[in-house]
């Protein structure tokens, strides 16, 4: 299983040339500066990887070359240790530092090299303290030098290298060309290693030898890739590209054209190193930025492979396999989106760690069909597994049968024995460990690219892992669907939403979270959950059960439990309902689910007069598969005042409350007793109307009245108990139901104006717009005042001249009225030309603008008796002015006590109400104004000719026409 699954570090790793320093000794201050030069080159995007070498270190001993290949049969295609060897243990150059001026005599007894068998570029590098001579200056004494140490290490002059330093300090100009001189060795390194490669081809045959073609084009391609150009990055880049495409695409058609015959028992060695192959070429793909030929080349290598699964007791074993493909494809395409390739919301990371999680779940599957669980034991398992953990020498073969090309298995038994031992160890797989992380990072890509609903299907399937036996992660799971159900409500796609609930509420009862359990189990009691009868009949049952007390059942089959598992559950809810020192109680925001049960509230009218009693109306419905019966139902307002009179207490709740008992239970009794006592049991589909009326309070006069908030109290007050409360006019989820499901659950309700309107009438009231109450709000208006105004005046109005009104304020009320507020203002006021107001006659020359006066009378006016008053005016403008007069005044009515609950508003007297109510009278005037009079002139000549222009000393007349407009004598 391991070639199946792990892909090896060293096919991931970016292939750099390995180059040993010796001779740098730490604890030498030079020395240490030396390598922390070289550290700083140490990049992971580096061309040469550095490794600190003492002087007596060793490298991986050459293997034996062979003279002929004539009779050589390979026994695999890619050794396993060989490319770590290349890129970790195999220097391509060894550089050795001395401490060596030029002036120390015999120089070549200082050096003793050898290159360890191997075709290692060895090099010389001389640490040499005085006077740097510039580039291309040297002495003749220091050439003559330099090849003396070179004959002696036998080594060319080119080898030697002179790192000068200046006062125990390294120049970073001579540490880079060090640098680049290293770097063009050890690509003539790679391309020996190439050459060498290439001509043993010349001795291999395809009938026999052809493993090793395979074999030797990957390693031309690996040389090809060690070597580096950074001089001109794009170009050496297009080079070895090519030529790596090239050999790996010609490797890989010799796998999959037929040159290498695939059995059943390679063809796990044959799938792993095409699977080398097909990721280096897509990476070359992805770093060239052309992911379209990646994607294809992918898909063609996919194509080819996923029907190779070989024997069907391995079947699993092929799904391990490809899902290993396309998780790391999936990896390589998001490190290439990461530097900035553009991806789409069709081709994204996100579908392929989606296909790997799911080829997981095959595996998990088919593991399940071909493996015998009962004969798997824990200790057989573990030594199967460190049997098939057993050091190869290549990739992809049998532990039982290795270095075997044969086309049948060579010892049967064997076999057989090695297949059991795989089915063991697969036992033994955390799978969910493996899934949850490749849907978490689908989950992240789908959710980058905007694909909301395949980014909630992946959060579904991740909490079906969590929630699995295997797992056990329930709280988890609980979390992440808490997140999507409302999305899934909210799209209206109730078979998933219902699979979702079912999968939440098993997860809510495994860990005992009971708030939870109570608000899933009432949402799948709802119409619009589409689980079966019986499922909903178990969930409304166990809900009883928590409510009286008792352990609920497993709503869910058992056997998707461990019994070690229902033990823990059990323990918990029984812990839970038995611990807490008091009532369990909680709040359910009903806004955010749809319920079994629906709450609808409507006035009977859109404003209700300040002293008649406010009518409003609360409708039950229930589609749950039993009767429910709740003990306590409340209604809250925007004014605190009225929630008191809104309060219904079932009997057995009634029963169980009494003053003593209060305080221990959380839930007091009204001190007015305001509460009306109604049974709250539901049958199924049954409707359920109750009526409440009260007089408004004085301070609502001319406001507006809102239902803020509707409770349900469903549990006894004395025991575990919640509090279904819908906040607003209506619950969010209903929102999201479609109109033709509003239109029947609506027409349940028997509204009094239901019966009024036709079919396509109740359509539009009860629409996805219209889903509020019918009246979830009214206004208080002010009591029809019966005060008459009668004004006395004699139009019209002159012009900046005061007009005097009588103003006659009667009551016809049967009680006195009091506190009376008079109000006189002109209602179309201009800012410039406002008429004045005046209630006493103003002086000629007073310019005070007052066009709004308010008068407070203290004493009472009895019944039939009157108010006079004067009122004089002075208007600017020739137009029709309104005056409103506006009396406001407070009179005590009395209704009859039988029309409400007692309590419910003012005082109680001879069972009769006194409400104090507040009243308005309005009276506009129309006055209309004009001028006093006009006055026309022109001129003319002294013989009364019309003259248009006056000339200098010649004499004209002006002749003026005044004419009197008003009804009365004026004096000008």
Not at 292 to 314: C, D, N, R, S
Not at 798 to 820: F, G
Not at 905 to 927: D, F, H, Q
Request: charged residues 20%; aromatic residues 10%.
């Amino acid at each position: 299983m391991a070639s199946a699954c792990v892909f090896p570090e060293e096919i991931l790793r970016r292939p750099r040339p390995l180059v040993y320093l010796c001779g740098l000794d730490q604890s030498n201050k030079t020395h240490k500066g030396i390598w922390d030069s070289f550290s700083s080159y140490h990049r992971p995007n580096a061309s040469l990887s550095f490794k600190l070498v003492d002087v007596n270190f060793e490298v991986p001993k050459p293997k034996y070359k062979k003279g002929s290949y004539e009779w050589y049969i390979p026994k695999g295609i890619l050794k396993t240790a060989w490319i770590d060897k290349h890129l970790s243990h195999v220097p391509s150059v060894v550089a050795i530092f001395f401490e060596l001026n030029w002036d120390e005599g015999d120089l070549a007894g200082h050096s003793q090299v050898q290159s360890q068998g191997h075709q290692t570029k060895i090099v010389l590098v001389l640490i040499q303290k005085g006077t740097i001579l510039p580039a291309g200056v040297g002495s003749p004494q220091a050439s003559d030098q330099a090849t003396q140490l070179c004959d002696a290490c036998d080594l060319p002059l080119r080898s030697l290298l002179v790192l000068p330093l200046s006062e125990d300090t390294v120049i970073d100009g001579f540490i880079k060309r060090l640098h680049e001189e290293l770097l063009s060795l050890a690509n003539a390194y790679y391309q020996a290693q190439v050459r060498a490669v290439k001509s043993h081809k010349d001795y291999l045959n395809k009938t026999t030898h052809a493993l090793l073609f395979v074999r030797h084009y990957i390693k031309i391609a690996f040389f090809s890739e060690m070597q580096q150009n950074p001089a001109k990055p794009e170009a050496q880049t297009d080079t070895v590209l090519k030529y790596y495409k090239q050999v790996l695409s010609l490797a890989y058609s010799n796998l999959t054209e037929g040159t290498v015959r695939i059995y059943d028992t390679n063809l796990m060695e044959v799938k792993t190193v095409a699977g080398f192959i097909n990721y280096k070429i897509c990476k070359l793909y992805f770093q060239n930025n052309q992911p379209v030929a990646a994607i294809k080349q992918f898909k063609i290598f996919l194509e080819y492979f996923k029907l190779k699964h070989g024997p069907q007791q391995l079947l699993f074993e092929h799904y391990a396999w490809l899902s290993k493909q396309f998780s790391i494809f999936a990896e390589l395409f998001e490190e290439a989106v990461e530097i900035g390739l553009p991806a789409v919301q069709t081709q994204h990371p996100g579908f392929y760690y989606q296909q790997a999680a799911y080829l997981t779940m095959q595996r998990r599957e088919s593991a399940r069909m071909v493996c015998d669980k009962k004969s798997c034991v824990q200790n057989q398992a573990q030594q199967s597994q460190e049997f098939l953990d057993a050091q190869l020498e290549f990739w992809g073969q049998r532990p039982w049968r290795p270095g075997i090309q044969s086309i049948d298995p060579p010892d049967l038994m064997k076999e057989k024995t090695g297949i059991e031992l795989l089915q063991q160890a697969e036992m033994t797989v955390p799978y969910s460990s493996i899934i949850t992380p490749l849907l978490n990072s689908a989950v992240i890509h789908f959710k980058k690219f905007k694909c909301t609903r395949m980014k909630r299907w992946m959060i579904v399937q991740m909490c079906e892992e969590y929630s699995s036996s295997e797992c056990g992660e329930h709280s988890k799971a609980l979390k992440y669907l808490q997140k999507v159900l409302p999305e899934y409500r909210s799209e209206a796609w109730f078979n998933l939403f219902s699979s979702v609930l079912q999968m939440a509420l098993h997860c809510a009862y495994v860990i005992a979270d009971i708030q939870h359990f109570t608000a899933i189990s009432i949402e799948v009691m709802g119409e619009y959950c589409t689980l079966p009868v019986e499922y909903k009949q178990t969930c409304q049952m166990n809900l009883m059960q928590l409510f009286a007390g008792a352990v609920p059942h497993p709503p869910n089959d058992p056997t998707n439990l461990t019994p070690e598992q229902v033990n823990t559950t059990r323990m918990l809810w029984h812990n839970c309902l038995t611990n807490s020192q008091s009532s369990l109680k909680f709040n359910i925001d009903m806004n955010k689910i749809t319920a079994f049960v629906s709450v609808r509230t409507t006035f009977e009218k859109d404003y209700f007069c300040a002293d008649e009693p406010i009518c409003l109306c609360i409708y039950l419905h229930s589609s749950a598969q039993f009767s429910v019966r709740f003990s306590k139902l409340a209604l809250k307002f925007s004014n605190p005042v009225y929630d008191s009179h809104c309060v219904v207490l079932d009997p057995l709740e009634l029963s169980n409350l009494s003053p003593e008992t209060s305080d221990t239970t959380g839930t007091e009794l009204p001190v007015s007793k305001n509460w009306l006592e109604e049974d709250l049991s539901l049958k199924p589909d049954e409707v359920k109307k109750i009526d409440f009326k009260f007089f408004p309070v004085k301070n609502d006069v001319s406001h507006r009245l809102d239902i803020t908030s509707v409770s349900l109290q469903i549990g006894q007050s004395s025991k575990h108990h919640a509090i279904l409360t819908w906040f607003g006019h209506q619950s969010q989820a209903e929102m999201y139901i479609s109109s033709e499901q509003n239109v029947k659950f609506h027409n349940k309700f028997d509204f009094t104006t239901q019966s009024k309107l036709s079919k396509d009438q109740r359509k539009g009231v009860f629409s996805k717009s219209n889903l509020t109450p019918l009246r979830a709000s009214c206004v208080v208006a002010p009591r029809e005042s019966q005060v008459s105004i009668n004004v006395v005046h004699k139009p019209p109005v002159l012009i900046n001249e005061w007009y005097k009104l009588e103003v006659t304020i009667a009551n016809h009320e049967v009680q006195p009225i009091t506190n009376t507020r008079l109000d006189l203002l002109f209602p179309d006021q201009k800012q410039l030309f406002s008429p004045q107001i005046s209630l006493d006659w103003p002086a000629q020359d007073d310019d005070t603008k007052i066009s709004h006066i308010h008068r407070d009378i203290s004493e009472s006016v009895a019944p039939e008796d009157t108010l006079s008053l004067t009122l004089f005016i002075r208007c600017f403008q020739e137009l029709e002015e309104s005056l409103l007069i506006r009396v406001a005044h407070d009179v005590d009515v009395r209704q009859p006590s039988e029309t409400v609950k007692p309590g419910s508003g003012g005082e109680t007297t001879e069972n009769k109400i006194v409400l104090n109510c507040s009243c308005l009278k309005e009276e506009s005037i129309a006055l209309p104004v004009v001028k006093p009079y006009e006055m026309v002139s022109r001129i003319a000549t002294v013989t009364m000719d019309p003259l248009e222009t006056i000339h200098g000393e010649e004499p004209f007349l002006i002749l003026s026409k005044i004419t009197a407009l008003s009804p009365w004598p004026i004096e000008i």
